[in-house]
């Protein structure tokens, strides 16, 4: 009897432990890439925009940060373009490569002053890249990353693992 | 597993049709702000109401454990939304999410000798469980229930990653809202049935770049407690009491099972359950569409000692009957209310209909085996409510609606999908729903 009162107990405590609205939420939030971590971000007249963050990506399967801004002026509700990272993989004037986004201890990132768009408010967040787990060395047995990465590879088994919130900006 | 393959292009193709739905251009444009949300009463009956399903699963199928995920996503809600850009107030499209995942667990404490099992125990037409034997009578059982909703709009947000393609994340946008059950289940079977629980409802404001700080704040939960008492599976009474007033109470008589105890019941009977409810729905609430007794002095500032209430009773009969691998199942609601409602826009007093829903659903069942089911469901129905016409474009208050649902059941894990569009049990739940497509995912696993 004691024995089942204890088994009881320990069950309780599993089952409140693990099912709650929390659970639900965090298991959509994950599906829908919810924007999970809050980031800095201000406008230097001589530099340009500071952007600045605290992650901590899953270094196992970390491919790098990306850069985002909203893609035209005073609207938050504006889609979003990339603006940086560790590879060649922006199409606009604002785009900028920096290496260091390919280093997971990297807390921050300058969008330098020659390639920001006009004055104006704009929004930026920052993106938790991740390799896909698949076979980049064709041994038939899946890779969290591969041992040589491109940017071929990046641009084609990336994928946003973590998003920021957004952080406004006056750019002047 | 044979017959599952042979019906995957059957899913595809529904799968397809309920996307192919969603990107139509025939999205309802009415922006409103967000308001029933905030009705807690009314979100406790929600997640009572997924609650009381889960366990009438465990217990029609003898299961000892069940762990269940729902996601809801029900699109194109425009709100409007201040843009820290603009500084104006503009109509955003939003995706109101609806999550809720349930733990439950019961074991026997007491075992009596071995007996014959109960036959009388109604068996789930979607798992006849041969996989599982049913408890000896008079074994008592406890149970325990960690469950919890949560809803919420969320914004998309469209990212461009250069050659690396496009992608989508989500924002929290407005008041998150949390509501949580837990509880303790007695059992002894087969005779009594026996739930009671707590309900705890909170409200969490996400932050304004978007995310959202779990903030666990005692002092900002509201309590509800719930009882269920079931007597030989055939009579049951529940009830949800508020701290001080007793919210809503619901009996209900499954009348195949009483008729079972003294007769043979023809083959013909469908199964019938006929029930009463009361709820107080009307509390001259800011969310509320209606003012009760009269709007003279009232407004949505009002002090709480001044508001009236009025109850909504409503006496429903579930209908079900099953003619080898089809389903048919039928229900239909009348009510009344115990206050005069006048609208809030024009002053009027709003006239009831007797019938406040009714719905009426088919389903092919495409295996044949014995705890295996692939059920394709297709429903219909009306819906009355008078806050329909203040959430939509209709010019009155009620409306029809369609659902369909593809049902995978195996021994230990099931799958659902379904999409609907003013779907009478969506809009019970939440009437903004209405005009808008849902699409609805679970699954659970069991032992």
Same mark, same amino acid.
């Given at each position: 009897?004691?024995?089942?009162?204890?088994?009881?107990?320990?069950?309780?405590?599993?089952?409140?432990?693990?099912?709650?609205?929390?659970?639900?939420?965090?298991?959509?939030?994950?599906?829908?890439? $919810?924007?999970?971590?809050?980031?800095?971000?201000?406008?230097?007249?001589?530099?340009?925009?500071?952007?600045?963050?605290?992650?901590?990506?899953?270094?196992?399967?970390?491919?790098?940060?990306?850069?985002?801004?909203?893609?035209?002026?005073?609207?938050?509700?504006?889609?979003?373009?990339?603006?940086?990272?560790?590879?060649?993989?922006?199409?606009?004037?604002?785009?900028?490569?920096?290496?260091?986004?390919?280093?997971?201890?990297? $807390?921050?990132?300058?969008?330098? #002053?020659?390639?920001?768009?006009?004055?104006?408010?704009?929004?930026?967040?920052?993106?938790?890249?991740?390799?896909?787990? $698949?076979?980049?060395?064709?041994?038939?047995?899946?890779? #969290? #990353?591969?041992?040589?990465?491109?940017?071929?590879?990046?641009?084609?088994?990336?994928?946003?693992?973590?998003?920021?919130?957004?952080?406004?900006?006056?750019?002047? | 597993?044979?017959?599952?393959?042979?019906?995957?292009?059957?899913?595809?193709?529904?799968?397809?049709?309920?996307?192919?739905?969603?990107?139509? %251009?025939?999205?309802?444009?009415?922006?409103?702000?967000?308001?029933?949300?905030?009705?807690?009463?009314?979100?406790?009956?929600?997640?009572?109401?997924?609650?009381?399903?889960?366990?009438?699963?465990?217990?029609?199928?003898?299961?000892?454990?069940?762990?269940?995920?729902?996601?809801?996503?029900?699109?194109?809600?425009?709100?409007?939304?201040?843009?820290?850009?603009?500084?104006?107030?503009?109509?955003?499209?939003?995706?109101?999410?609806?999550?809720? %995942?349930?733990?439950?667990?019961?074991?026997?404490?007491?075992?009596?000798?071995?007996?014959?099992?109960?036959?009388?125990?109604?068996?789930?037409?979607?798992?006849?469980?041969?996989?599982?034997?049913?408890?000896?009578?008079?074994?008592?059982?406890?149970?325990?229930?960690?469950?919890?909703?949560?809803?919420?709009?969320?914004?998309?947000?469209?990212?461009?990653?250069?050659?690396?393609?496009?992608?989508?994340?989500?924002?929290?946008?407005?008041?998150?809202?949390?509501?949580?059950?837990?509880?303790?289940?007695?059992?002894?079977?087969?005779?009594?049935?026996?739930?009671?629980?707590?309900?705890?409802?909170?409200?969490?404001?996400?932050?304004?770049?978007?995310?959202?700080?779990?903030?666990?704040?005692?002092?900002?939960?509201?309590?509800?407690?719930?009882?269920?008492?079931?007597?030989?599976?055939?009579?049951?009474?529940?009830?949800?009491?508020?701290?001080?007033?007793?919210?809503?109470?619901?009996?209900?008589?499954?009348?195949?099972?009483?008729?079972?105890?003294?007769?043979?019941?023809?083959?013909?009977?469908?199964?019938?359950?006929?029930?009463?409810?009361?709820?107080?729905?009307?509390?001259?609430?800011?969310?509320?569409?209606?003012?009760?007794?009269?709007?003279?002095?009232?407004?949505?500032?009002?002090?709480?000692?001044?508001?009236?209430?009025?109850?909504?009773?409503?006496?429903?009969?579930?209908?079900?009957?099953?003619?080898?691998?089809?389903?048919?199942?039928?229900?239909?609601?009348?009510?009344?209310?115990?206050?005069?409602?006048?609208?809030?826009?024009?002053?009027?007093?709003?006239?009831?209909?007797?019938?406040?829903?009714?719905?009426?659903?088919?389903?092919?069942?495409?295996?044949?085996?014995?705890?295996?089911?692939?059920?394709?469901?297709?429903?219909?129905?009306?819906?009355?409510?008078?806050?329909?016409?203040?959430?939509?474009?209709?010019?009155?208050?009620?409306?029809?609606?369609?659902?369909?649902?593809?049902?995978?059941?195996?021994?230990?894990?099931?799958?659902?999908?379904?999409?609907?569009?003013?779907?009478?049990?969506?809009?019970?739940?939440?009437?903004?729903?209405?005009?808008?497509?849902?699409?609805?995912?679970?699954?659970?696993?069991?032992?």
């Amino acid at each position: 009897m004691i024995r089942t009162l204890t088994h009881c107990i320990f069950l309780a405590i599993v089952t409140v432990n693990t099912a709650c609205s929390y659970t639900a939420d965090f298991i959509e939030g994950a599906l829908t890439t $919810r924007a999970s971590f809050s980031i800095s971000a201000r406008y230097d007249a001589g530099t340009g925009v500071i952007v600045e963050w605290n992650a901590s990506p899953d270094e196992d399967s970390f491919a790098g940060y990306e850069i985002y801004m909203t893609e035209e002026p005073n609207n938050e509700f504006a889609g979003m373009i990339v603006v940086g990272a560790c590879y060649d993989i922006g199409s606009s004037s604002y785009f900028q490569v920096d290496s260091n986004l390919e280093n997971s201890s990297s $807390r921050s990132f300058t969008h330098q #002053k020659s390639t920001l768009p006009s004055a104006g408010i704009y929004f930026y967040r920052v993106g938790i890249i991740d390799w896909d787990e $698949r076979d980049y060395d064709g041994d038939d047995k899946d890779d #969290k #990353k591969p041992s040589t990465p491109n940017k071929s590879l990046y641009t084609s088994y990336t994928y946003i693992a973590e998003i920021s919130g957004s952080a406004m900006v006056v750019i002047e | 597993m044979q017959l599952l393959k042979q019906h995957i292009i059957a899913l595809k193709i529904l799968f397809c049709i309920c996307l192919c739905t969603l990107h139509t %251009s025939v999205y309802a444009q009415y922006v409103y702000e967000a308001s029933t949300l905030h009705n807690a009463a009314s979100r406790s009956q929600t997640v009572q109401q997924i609650f009381y399903q889960r366990w009438d699963t465990i217990l029609s199928n003898y299961l000892r454990f069940d762990a269940y995920i729902q996601l809801n996503w029900v699109y194109d809600f425009y709100i409007n939304s201040f843009n820290r850009g603009t500084s104006n107030s503009q109509a955003v499209p939003m995706r109101l999410v609806r999550t809720f %995942s349930d733990m439950a667990v019961l074991f026997p404490v007491y075992s009596p000798d071995k007996e014959t099992p109960d036959e009388t125990q109604p068996i789930d037409i979607t798992d006849t469980s041969p996989y599982r034997t049913p408890w000896d009578n008079n074994s008592v059982l406890l149970g325990f229930t960690a469950c919890g909703y949560h809803y919420g709009l969320t914004r998309t947000v469209e990212i461009n990653r250069g050659s690396a393609g496009t992608e989508s994340a989500s924002d929290y946008y407005s008041t998150q809202f949390f509501d949580d059950i837990f509880a303790i289940t007695v059992v002894l079977y087969p005779y009594i049935t026996l739930h009671v629980g707590v309900v705890l409802n909170q409200q969490i404001e996400p932050n304004e770049d978007g995310t959202m700080n779990y903030n666990f704040d005692p002092s900002t939960i509201t309590k509800r407690y719930f009882t269920s008492l079931s007597l030989f599976n055939t009579l049951t009474w529940r009830s949800t009491a508020a701290k001080d007033r007793l919210e809503s109470s619901d009996v209900s008589l499954n009348i195949s099972q009483l008729l079972s105890f003294t007769d043979a019941i023809p083959s013909f009977m469908p199964q019938i359950t006929a029930g009463y409810k009361r709820y107080q729905k009307y509390n001259d609430e800011p969310y509320d569409p209606v003012w009760v007794g009269t709007s003279q002095g009232k407004s949505n500032t009002m002090n709480d000692s001044l508001k009236q209430h009025a109850n909504l009773y409503s006496y429903y009969t579930v209908l079900s009957k099953s003619f080898g691998n089809i389903h048919l199942a039928s229900s239909i609601e009348l009510q009344h209310v115990d206050n005069t409602l006048i609208d809030k826009r024009y002053g009027q007093k709003v006239w009831l209909p007797l019938i406040r829903l009714w719905w009426i659903k088919a389903g092919y069942d495409f295996l044949e085996n014995p705890g295996w089911d692939l059920i394709l469901w297709v429903g219909v129905n009306t819906f009355y409510d008078p806050a329909i016409s203040y959430h939509s474009s209709h010019s009155d208050n009620d409306t029809g609606g369609w659902f369909a649902i593809i049902d995978g059941t195996s021994p230990y894990i099931t799958l659902s999908i379904k999409a609907s569009y003013n779907d009478s049990h969506e809009l019970d739940k939440l009437v903004e729903a209405v005009d808008k497509y849902i699409i609805e995912g679970s699954a659970s696993f069991r032992i």
